[in-house]
């Protein structure tokens, strides 16, 4: 496949799918990623490289989005001790 070439719709699917797989499996594992190995190796097969650099960015600012609502506002210092 060339690199650049637009997704087609059976693809995009398979890409989200196995995208939501894999955050449902992190999510059920307090986000161990080696528990979801296998997920994640098809969610990487299945999307382009660009939009899975995309979804993990996405991913992280969603958990820290989460994290501030059910924590609040937390100082620096403290942050980096979780």
């Known amino acids: 496949a060339a690199g650049m070439a637009a997704p087609t719709m059976e693809e995009r ?3 989200w799918g ?3 797989e894999f955050w449902q499996c992190l999510d059920s594992h307090g986000d161990d ?3 979801c190995e296998k997920l994640r190796r098809a969610f990487e097969s299945r ?3 660009q939009w899975v650099k ?3 960015k996405r991913r992280d600012f969603l958990k820290y989005k ?3 609502e059910t924590e ?3 100082p620096p ?4 001790k979780s």
């Open 77 to 80: 210092e403290a942050a980096g």
């Open 72 to 74: 609040g506002y937390l």
């Open 33 to 35: 990623a080696a528990k």
């Open 18 to 20: 196995a995208r939501d």
């Open 13 to 15: 699917k398979a890409c």
């Open 54 to 56: 995309h979804f993990d």
């Open 47 to 49: 999307c382009p490289q």
């Open 66 to 68: 989460k994290k501030l």
